[in-house]
């Protein structure tokens, strides 16, 4: 089991960059594939990206493609999501969670989920 602990949003201008991370407790944060979802206000939860155990696959969701990148640190204990030509729409806050299944879409499977960071993007 791991906690999450989001950081590193906030509001930055369309065209901007931001990296969050995610840092875990617990000693079983490298068995985990680990994802970033985000929810913006009136819309369901949405997958950004994930990246396997040991950082060797990484998905992204069709919003994103080309401009978010994912990785992950494991002796930090820490997954980062490095958001790169910010746009308006991608305003949302911003989860991070754990998973021990390898679809990595699906946010049913995700077993534990951060607090959220909010990000906010002005045109």
């Known amino acids: 089991q791991v906690q999450l602990v989001e950081s590193g949003g906030g509001l930055v201008q369309a065209g901007g960059s931001l990296r969050l991370s995610c840092e875990a407790s617990?000693?079983?944060?490298?068995?985990?594939?680990m994802g970033w979802f985000r929810q913006a206000p009136g819309k369901e939860r949405e997958f950004v990206a994930a990246v396997s155990v040991g950082g060797g696959r990484s998905v992204f969701g069709d919003p994103v493609k080309g401009r978010f990148s994912i990785s992950r640190d494991d002796s930090k204990n820490t997954v980062y999501l490095q958001m790169d030509s910010l746009k308006p729409e991608d305003t949302a806050v911003y989860y991070c969670?754990?998973?021990?299944?390898?679809?990595?879409?699906?946010?049913?499977?995700?077993?534990?989920w951060g607090q959220g960071t909010r990000v906010s993007v002005s045109a």
């Open positions: 969670a754990a998973t021990r299944w390898e679809n990595y879409y699906s946010d049913y499977l995700y077993e534990e």
């Open positions: 617990g000693r079983t944060f490298s068995s985990y594939g």
